[in-house]
């Protein structure tokens, strides 16, 4: 068996199979590395996971806030506006089941935990818990960290999982996507013993995750109605939504808040993700320094943040900018920052997912400069590190990548002899070699990743 192998769903808690993560798990602890014949999901987890925590014996999870802070947050999350759904058709069948429906946000952290009360009280022994944070940098391989990881549904069975404390336990994963923007909201995940990775079970949520994200979509419709501020909806229309700035790919910027979108001159646009950057304040002197290239006075940044004010009070107070110092008065969720966490993590596939060119391509302000070059170099190198040709075709789809010829060197390397793929890729790397006069590589093995 090669760790790339494919297992049916209904052999992941069998004796064989749990025997061979045993064994790999072992050389796992004494610093053999992966190896032994894993699931490719899993092997690739544990190398993800490695990265974070050398030693699995320390995998655990932990708090991320204080319960007051837990239930203002979930309270502010779009997740809560689904909640009834899972709770009708995950939560009350898991009662007589012996089962435990999760939900995470997109970092990981379970907000909701609920299910068989027996079985919640085992989980808390492991912080299988509200309120912690089952993230793959947290805990490693896990259903909820690694679905969230790869973007699609994961399963994960006993010792299987990277942490020792987790080996008594099975579940599977679902992502769960914004219904406007596609975006990763969070994760439903099923915990339990091997019925919690059974064929059915995987349907089941899926089908429950579906069932969310259509809640979620007419659940927005209905807020955006006349007079529905009027009808005291279950969730109230600010939580359906994450106040967001766009400046992936674009010059103006796109701010997002309360169900309507705004755009933005290039120079708000700077301003504004400066301070969602910074959620402590920036005075006048420090915007100057930050958001112009030239020198600036600090009358002339006073006198934009007055019009900025203005631009976004038609958006309502919670993205409208204080003073002394300047700062939001709640977070603004920026899609460059996602891209960061995620590479972070580990999961460079949710950053390039959601990646959509240079941050404020045609910016010069110093910090907006330094911050493009960083998701740029950071996301180029976790992709061609990968190595995968899926992911690496996916990252020359970019613009930015149309005259990367290492990028395409390394994609004509790692893509099969016989992919069909494969043309294109020898085309444009021979372009390549007439436009820029670059010599092709001449090893066709070992590839370099840069």
């Known amino acids: 068996m090669s760790p790339s192998r494919s297992i049916p769903v209904g052999e992941l808690s069998s004796d064989v199979l749990q025997r061979e993560a045993f064994a790999a798990h072992e050389a796992l602890g004494q610093g053999e590395g992966v190896n032994g014949n894993l699931r490719g999901v899993v092997h690739d987890s544990w190398l993800r996971s490695l990265a974070f925590l050398p030693n699995p014996s320390t995998a655990r999870a932990r708090l991320f806030c204080s319960e007051e802070d837990l239930e203002a947050y979930r309270q502010g999350h779009p997740l809560a506006a689904i909640m009834p759904v899972i709770d009708r058709l995950l939560v009350q069948p898991s009662l007589e089941s012996g089962m435990l429906v ?76 914004d219904p406007d923007s596609g975006t990763v909201l969070g994760v439903i995940d099923i915990t339990g013993t091997a019925d919690a990775v059974a064929a059915s079970t995987l349907s089941l949520v899926e089908a429950a995750v579906a069932a969310a994200e259509a809640h979620l979509s007419i659940h927005r419709l209905r807020s955006r109605l006349p007079g529905a501020k009027r009808r005291r909806p279950a969730c109230t229309p600010a939580a359906l939504y994450r106040n967001s700035l766009q400046i992936l790919g674009t010059d103006h910027g796109v701010v997002h808040a309360g169900g309507a979108a705004l755009e933005l001159s290039p120079r708000h646009a700077e301003l504004l993700t400066l301070l969602a950057l910074h959620p402590e304040g920036l005075t006048a002197d420090q915007l100057a320094i930050m958001a112009y290239p030239e020198d600036a006075s600090v009358t002339t940044v006073r006198a934009e943040m007055l019009r900025l004010r203005k631009v976004l009070a038609g958006h309502g107070g919670a993205i409208v900018p204080q003073s002394r110092p300047y700062r939001l008065p709640s977070e603004l969720v920026v899609d460059a920052v996602q891209v960061l966490n995620y590479l972070h993590r580990g999961a460079h596939r949710m950053a390039l997912e959601i990646y959509r060119g240079p941050v404020l391509p045609r910016s010069q302000a110093p910090s907006i400069v330094r911050l493009r070059g960083e998701v740029s170099a950071l996301l180029r190198d976790a992709v061609l590190n990968d190595g995968a040709p899926d992911t690496v075709l996916q990252y020359l789809a970019l613009a930015e990548a149309e005259y990367d010829a290492e990028a395409w060197q390394v994609a004509l390397r790692v893509l099969p002899g016989r992919s069909p793929k494969r043309a294109a890729v020898v085309a444009h790397v021979e372009w390549l070699e007439a436009e820029l006069s670059v010599p092709r590589s001449s090893s066709s093995s070992s590839p370099k990743f840069w």
């Open 102 to 177: 999760a939900v995470g946000d997109e970092n990981g952290r379970l907000l909701w935990v609920d299910g068989d009360r027996e079985l919640r009280r085992r989980a808390e022994g492991m912080l299988f818990m509200a309120g912690t944070d089952w993230s793959e940098a947290s805990v490693g391989t896990s259903a909820p960290g690694t679905a969230l990881a790869l973007q699609r549904s994961v399963q994960i069975a006993g010792a299987e999982h990277f942490s020792p404390l987790a080996h008594p336990w099975s579940c599977t994963a679902v992502p769960l996507h």
